[in-house]
């Protein structure tokens, strides 16, 4: 996959960020805490969230909230593309997360599963 940025709009605030989530994207602006300024990971997480956006035309904003089965796959590309970027294998934390932040009903094997697919 090309690695190129998508247009979006990256603000560092503790504002309209829900408490579980270091970063939150909504369309192409794009939310992080200002303690997490320095974690490339989690700005590639939120900006694979971009592109989903703009590759969807906007339809992933509703898939994402009506969906499971799209939420799932739209986090499981921003975390696996997260993971290429830290030096160490965060599969078993970024699965903690996606079984119980967003959700869904899945086991943390399943989600470890998803993560390490090539
Ligand atoms: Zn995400």
Redesign the pocket.
């Known amino acids: 996959m090309l690695n190129i940025k998508p247009p979006a709009l990256v603000l560092y605030t503790e504002r309209m960020i829900p408490a579980r ?1 270091a ?3 909504i369309g192409a602006l794009v939310l992080i805490r200002p303690f997490y300024r320095d974690d490339a990971g989690l700005l590639v ?2 900006l ?2 971009v592109k989903q956006f703009w590759r969807s035309l906007g339809l992933s904003l509703l898939l994402y909230q009506l969906s499971k089965t799209w939420r799932l796959r ?2 499981v590309e ?2 696996r593309a ?1 993971m290429a970027c830290y030096p160490d294998d965060r599969s078993v934390l970024f699965a903690g997360f996606l079984v119980t932040r ?1 959700g869904l009903k899945i086991t943390q094997d399943e989600a470890v599963q998803m993560l390490e697919q090539k």
């Open positions: 989530f970063g939150f994207t997480h939120e694979t969230h739209f986090e921003a975390y997260q967003y």
